[in-house]
């Protein structure tokens, strides 16, 4: 490990001690709940998996208008973009593919079935209309389907009040404007909750190779995301969610180089799920059917040059059995169609999760997946973690954690009938593409007090048998990297508040990643970190912010299939806000500060400094 590896190590172990000793030892912080980890509500303290988590203050108080900009200042996470808003995007959590990264949204997945693969398009999700943020590190999702290299689970904001509504308008660099509102609102009969968001930028110059023209390349969003849930009875409910995104991107590439921006790309996707759920005093049951379609275009001087369709339809149980003589159990089933332009495949699968209850200091859970595909047969998969507590002085409390998972994922149907079509050649065309098999574990240490630190450091290391990956050497079509790919590191995290109006948080990721032939694994940063310093005071009125993000050591490779080691780089934003009244907030941010030039991926630009401002309107009552 280098001089400055040791550096930033010792930067973040000093900090976090330094943190502990100005921390105040008062118990009036409530306890977190976490559902995503085993598909029902579980206090944090039991959970051996390792989850990040962000609520409605704390996406608000970043300010980014994409929810990927906020993502990626989480432990272990990175991102790569394609020259900005509305390009093709990659979350990478632990420095896996970007298309294992399962994102969900009040239960919709966000999957994009007609892309090459049935992976998130996170560059079309705004920040607007997001309550609440769970992460799931790891690949140890095996109850939401084995191929989950890690969770992003999204819910809308909930209200106890009996109405309440927002407004929010914001403008700045690049052309940028957004306009987005919503309403929501608990009555006797359910709840319910509409949000809409109208957002559009001029953009910059996406691509570096365009030195003729450097035409700006922008985006527009309009996104509809609604839910309501009827309470039938006290114990059974139906909840509807539907989503409705609009998005058209300009792009480079389209080969003329000499006319503005020629080339433009549309994405639309609707989404609908209907859930009726069960809750007894001993059993849940919970039965869901979603249906996701989705149409990307690209269009070149207005004349279509691409069309790419996809259906995803999931019918899926989840049952529980929590009365148990010192046990409790997760139960579940489901089935999923996942098309492609007409192509279809089945995968069903089901699985069942034992989750201890004898004690109040330790906790296991033991579970497995059975899944059947149409293509490639059945596998089994499985999963195991544990913590133990420790109860200290001061309210504090040291846990233990560990826990293993595996996983696989079968070709995509593109994947597969790209091979065999006209359009791949030698290699590729040789090649029959077998399914991935995934495994990973994590042992962890977290201290908390009730004043509301969190100190946590944990050791990951996984590994993805046989990964596919397109040969952008020959374009042959897809390759199998026959062997281990791994990637290993530690993450280092801390959340302190520092008196009555500050608080900090930080975080440190090492990941080291590896291909079979030994080279570094593409766009996957070797060191990143993450400090966040907030400010709230000044009669509940203020609110200052700053996040400061750094990335070191990350390679992509050329045209030429040759590796390069990308430019470090570091960002900062800054976001600050005043409450006028009990319903106007104006604000405005900086992001990019200090102005730095960096790339994500070779070729292609990232924003320069920007500035916007803007305000929100906010009414409730009860």
């Known amino acids: 490990m280098n001089p400055k590896i040791h550096r930033l190590l010792g930067l973040a172990l000093l900090m976090n001690m330094g943190c502990l000793l100005q921390a105040r030892a008062e118990s009036d912080q409530p306890e977190e709940v976490v559902i995503t980890s085993s598909r029902i509500p579980l206090p944090v303290h039991q959970l051996g998996l390792s989850v990040s988590i962000l609520d409605e203050s704390q996406i608000e108080a970043h300010g980014n208008i994409a929810l990927l900009d906020v993502l990626r200042q989480l432990p272990a996470m990175s991102s790569t973009g394609s020259g900005g808003a509305g390009k093709a995007t990659s979350l990478r959590i632990r420095g896996e593919e970007g298309f294992r990264t399962l994102t969900l949204l009040d239960g919709i997945r966000l999957s994009d079935p007609s892309g090459v693969q049935v992976g998130p398009q996170l560059e079309h999700l705004l920040s607007s ?69 109208d957002y559009s930028t001029r953009g910059f110059n996406a691509t570096r190779s365009d030195t003729v023209l450097q035409d700006d390349d922008g985006y527009k969003n309009t996104t509809v995301h609604g839910k309501v849930g009827f309470d039938i009875t006290e114990k059974l409910r139906l909840q509807v969610v539907h989503r409705d995104v609009a998005g058209k991107t300009g792009f480079d590439s389209c080969f003329l180089a000499t006319i503005e921006n020629e080339c433009v790309g549309s994405f639309d996707s609707q989404a609908t799920r209907v859930a009726i759920d069960y809750k007894g005093d001993n059993f849940s049951h919970s039965l869901a059917y979603a249906m996701t379609d989705t149409r990307r275009e690209n269009f070149t001087l207005g004349i279509s040059s691409f069309v790419a369709d996809g259906t995803l ?19 579940g089933a489901d089935l999923e169609e996942a098309g ?25 859970t033991a579970g497995a997946r059975y899944d059947d ?78 004043s509301g630190l969190h100190l946590e450091a944990v050791y990951f290391d996984q590994q993805v048998e046989d990964a596919i990956f397109f040969d952008l050497v020959n374009f042959s079509g897809f390759l199998q990297d026959f062997g281990s790919s791994h990637s290993k590191g530690v993450e280092l995290s801390s959340r302190v508040p520092l008196g009555e109006h500050w608080q900090l948080s930080a975080n440190y990721t090492h990941n080291d990643t590896e ?65 006028f009244t009990d319903y106007l907030q ?31 309107l906010r009414f409730s009552s009860l």
Do not use: C, H
């Open 129 to 197: 209309g997001v309550g609440r943020v769970e992460v799931m590190r790891g690949p140890q999702g095996f109850s939401y389907g084995a191929d989950a290299g890690g969770i992003v689970n999204i819910t809308s904001p909930q209200s106890d009040a009996a109405f309440r509504t927002s407004l929010d308008v914001q403008t700045g660099r690049y052309g940028t404007e957004q306009f987005s509102g919503a309403v929501g609102g608990s009555q006797s009969w359910g709840d319910y909750f509409l949000s809409l968001s």
């Open 313 to 331: 339809k999931r019918l899926e149980y989840v049952g529980t059995a929590t009365a148990l003589p010192g046990f409790d159990l997760v139960f």
């Open 340 to 364: 492609n332009n007409g192509s279809t495949r089945d995968n069903s699968g089901t699985y069942l999760e034992f989750l201890s209850d004898f004690s109040e200091n330790l906790f296991i």
């Open 373 to 450: 595909n149409d293509d490639f047969g059945s596998n089994l998969s499985y999963r195991l973690s544990g913590a133990y507590l420790i109860d200290l002085d001061r309210d504090a409390t040291l846990k233990f954690k560990s826990s293993y998972g595996t996983g696989f994922r079968a070709p995509s149907p593109f994947e597969i009938s790209f091979n065999a079509g006209p359009s791949a050649f030698a290699p590729s065309s040789l090649i029959s593409l077998k399914q991935e098999k995934s495994s990973g574990y994590e042992v962890g240490l977290e201290y908390t007090l009730g």
């Open 515 to 579: 291909r079979p032939n030994g080279l570094p694994r593409q766009r996957r940063p070797e060191n990143m970190a993450n400090l966040g310093l907030s400010y709230a005071g000044w009669q509940d009125r203020l609110n200052i912010s700053a996040f400061y993000r750094l990335s070191r050591a990350s390679y992509d490779e050329d045209s030429f299939g040759a590796l390069v080691r990308l430019d470090d780089f570091e960002v900062l934003d800054m976001n600050l806000a005043y409450r």
């Open 586 to 616: 104006v604000y405005g941010r900086v992001e990019n500060l200090t102005g730095e030039n960096y790339q994500e991926i070779i070729g292609f630009n990232t924003p320069g400094r920007a500035a916007y401002v803007g305000f929100r």
